[in-house]
């Protein structure tokens, strides 16, 4: 039976990506040699870095005023590299918080230097977007989450900063259009909407860097790892091969434009169904619903089981809520097909006729 996999992370990659990333695994372009038993430095790797590079900032559209690196030590890491390249020794950082993974990158930056939150959700158990805050002017870089996996609110407008703006967009890179020239630096943790995990995407502008007047760890300095290709240590070349694969897909279907129009269509389906439907309510305010991963609980608890052995019936996947929020969490990432959310809604209708 096929199977609708709606799940938050590592999620849902293209079923033609998964055939080629096996086929590397055994004879990588035409070598008689697996991806896995080669040099990163050999010619036919090189490549592959160079291309998946050079992707993103095709698909960002951006020039060479701009570095892409792919990472170790997923987008957590970034939480600490962030504040440890741009946070100088003197200077004061701002943080949105809008959320758990927020939160974990406000804790690295205040062990790094002066950070302030400027902004909060929490009052509200991060159901929305905090919007209408003031900006210090001062402060080294702007930190914002453009999409909160675990309680499902998305930024869907970003504020004007006079300061250097940082996002971490793990959960909603690529997902639609933003104009990558307002951000100094975005990362994305791949295994949520680019690809497998074991690499994190980082894409910084240059001039951005060298200003903090630290000291610099090599392993942590972005410098180091632009001067070395990406390659200053042996890069995660699986993780980074199929997040190429992965890209290449996006691009050869129609690239941002069409995801973004695919992917509004599937939010809708999803969302318009659960304010329909008089079993379910969506948690998160009107506005700020994220169209990457959909937040939902059944007015009435008691039937969770039940509905729950349907679904799987259904051939459905991974739509248990995070355990902070409980309920029910239906990610919608750029490779779930609109089919898949058409399931998930037909099961939702068939539930109700059946309770009704
Ligand atoms: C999953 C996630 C992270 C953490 O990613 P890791 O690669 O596990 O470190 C950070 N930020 C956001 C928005 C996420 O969704």
């Known amino acids: 039976m096929k199977v ?12 033609e990506v998964l055939k080629q990333a096996a086929d590397a695994c055994i004879n990588f372009d035409h070598l008689n040699l697996s991806l896995l038993e080669i040099s990163h430095r050999s010619k036919n790797y090189e490549k592959v870095m160079d291309e ?30 962030v504040p440890y390249n741009l946070l100088s020794e003197n200077g004061s950082a701002a943080y949105v918080n809008t959320g758990v993974w927020a939160t974990k990158a406000i804790k690295e930056a205040k062990i790094i230097g002066t950070t302030h939150v400027i902004a909060s959700s929490e009052d509200k158990k991060f159901t929305y977007i905090p919007k209408g805050y003031q900006i210090p002017s001062e402060a080294d870089y702007l930190h914002l989450t453009s999409n909160n996996t675990i309680y499902g609110t998305q930024m869907h407008a970003f504020p004007e900063s006079p300061i250097p703006v940082v996002c971490d967009m793990s959960s909603d890179v690529f997902s639609r259009k933003v ?3 307002k951000f100094d630096l975005i990362y994305a943790g791949a295994q949520k909407n680019m690809g497998p995990a074991g690499s ?3 894409m910084v502008k240059k001039s951005a860097l060298g200003k903090t007047g630290r000291k610099m760890l090599s392993m942590l300095d972005y410098q180091v790892h632009i001067k070395g290709g990406s390659m200053y240590n042996t890069p995660p070349v699986f993780p980074i091969y199929v997040t190429l694969l992965t890209l290449q897909w996006l691009k050869a279907n129609g690239g941002i434009a069409w995801i973004e129009d695919l992917n509004n269509k599937k939010a809708s ?6 304010d329909r439907n008089p079993l379910f309510y969506g948690t998160v305010a009107t506005e700020d619903r994220s169209k990457m991963n959909v937040c939902f609980l059944m007015k009435d608890p008691t039937m969770e089981a039940e509905f729950d052995s349907f679904w799987k019936a259904a051939g459905i996947s ?14 919608l990432y750029n490779a779930l097909p609109l089919e898949s959310v058409q399931v998930l809604v037909d099961c939702m209708k068939e539930f109700e006729r059946k309770k009704g």
Not at 269 to 274: A, P, S, V
């Open 4 to 15: 609708h996999n709606f799940s938050a992370g590592p999620g849902i990659l293209p079923a």
């Open 318 to 331: 991974g739509i248990r809520g995070h355990r902070d929020v409980g309920g029910y969490r239906a990610s």
């Open 179 to 181: 104009d990558a020239s």
């Open 269 to 274: 389906l999803m969302y318009n169904e659960i």
């Open 52 to 81: 998946a590079r050079a992707i993103v900032k095709e698909l960002f559209e951006v020039g060479d005023d701009y570095e892409v690196l792919y990472l170790g030590g997923g987008a957590s890491l970034q939480f600490a590299m």
């Open 200 to 202: 994190t995407m980082v």
